[in-house]
């Protein structure tokens, strides 16, 4: 199986930056995606950003240009560089994680606990 852990949120004020870090552990497989999505009071979650094993990045409208997904694969650490964040950033970011996993070879969904994100203005 596969867990996954966030850290990194906090409260940081409009315009400011903050790092989030998820480690993953246990059977990672080398063909994956992971992804970082997030949920705000009273809204549906929704994808922030992914990235592919050969490092293929895909990023929401609202957070391109502002946001940065990264992985370091010797560490098995996702990583989401936020920049000039704003208000509306405010939610619950989560890791994801995403295979057809060994050693079944059946998809796997894996979502991390959560860490909050505040941004005030």
């Known amino acids: 199986q596969v867990e996954l852990v966030e850290s990194g949120g906090g409260l940081v004020t409009a315009g400011g930056s903050l790092r989030l870090s998820c480690a993953a552990s246990?059977?990672?497989?080398?063909?994956?995606?992971m992804g970082w999505y997030r949920q705000a009071p009273e809204k549906q979650r929704e994808l922030v950003a992914d990235i592919t094993s050969d490092g293929r990045t895909n990023y929401a409208e609202s957070v391109k240009g502002r946001f940065t997904i990264s992985k370091d694969n010797a560490k098995n650490t996702l990583y989401l560089q936020m920049s000039s964040l704003k208000s509306e950033d405010t939610a619950v970011y989560y890791c994801?994680?995403?295979?057809?996993?060994?050693?079944?070879?059946?998809?796997?969904?894996?979502w991390g606990q959560g860490t909050l994100v505040t941004v005030s203005s």
């Open positions: 246990g059977t990672i497989f080398s063909v994956n995606a």
């Open positions: 994801n994680y995403r295979a057809n996993n060994p050693p079944s070879y059946r998809y796997l969904e894996v």
